[in-house]
T-cell receptor, first 118, second 114 residues
């Protein structure tokens, strides 16, 4: 297993266009997360899946954002009608319950997909 | 207001010396903290964790200390190596409930000079 894979690594788009990012988690992980990171900030939580069920969404996830994980494996994050404020690094992570400390949610992150909206 | 604060944006240390990275938090109801390290063009990678019921956790050159009365934790790296140069994030986590939501600080950029 090569870890969490994200595609594309960099996307440049014009304002108003739609973009889609794909994430392939570690195969045995049943939890998948999307975070967003802007310059000088830490990662900010967007949404979380357990298997195919989307269990939590941040208020940061506006109506223009939609995430899916149709078969409980890979996930897509779509941004419709992009705005310049959407420019950020979009990070995907996956995890499996357990670990140290017990029950801690240790996320394994991908390298991210950088979005630039012109 | 930020729930997890890393007040030092950057830190420069000489190789072989100790690096101390600090993190303050406001929510006493956390269950654990995680430290992540991030190199440019890579995603954050997990480094070390500490449970709320402990005050210290050690893993090789890395030790995390938790001071609950001060709502403060720190990561010590001894001895520091040039390969430790990266951005370090602390993140607060909770069991149950909001399991998806790790709350990250803004990060501290560590530079270890040879």
């Amino acid at each position: 297993d090569t870890g969490v894979s994200q595609d594309p690594r960099h996307k440049i788009t014009k304002r108003g266009q739609n973009v889609t990012f794909r994430c392939d988690p570690i195969s045995e992980h049943n939890r998948l997360y999307w975070y967003r990171q802007t310059l000088g900030q830490g990662p900010e939580f967007l949404t979380y899946f357990q298997n195919e069920a989307q269990l939590e969404k941040s208020r940061l996830l506006s109506d223009r954002f939609s995430a899916e994980r149709p078969k409980g494996s890979f996930s897509t994050l779509e941004i419709q009608r992009t705005e310049q404020g959407d420019s950020a690094m979009y990070l995907c992570a996956s995890s499996l319950a357990g670990g140290e400390p017990p029950g801690a949610n240790v996320l394994t992150f991908g390298a991210g997909s950088r979005l630039t909206v012109l | 207001d930020q729930q997890v604060k890393q007040n030092s944006p950057s830190l420069s240390v000489q190789e072989g010396r100790i690096s101390i990275l600090n993190c303050d938090y406001t929510n006493s109801m956390f269950d654990y903290f995680l430290w992540y390290k991030k190199y440019p063009a890579e995603g954050p990678t997990f480094l070390i964790s500490i449970s709320s019921i402990k005050d210290k956790n050690e893993d090789g050159r890395f030790t995390v200390f938790l001071n609950k009365s001060a709502k403060h934790l720190s990561l010590h790296i001894v001895p520091s190596q040039p390969g430790d140069s990266a951005v370090y994030f602390c993140a607060e986590g909770h069991y149950g409930g909001s399991q998806g939501n790790l709350i990250f600080g803004k990060g501290t950029k560590l530079s270890v000079k040879p």
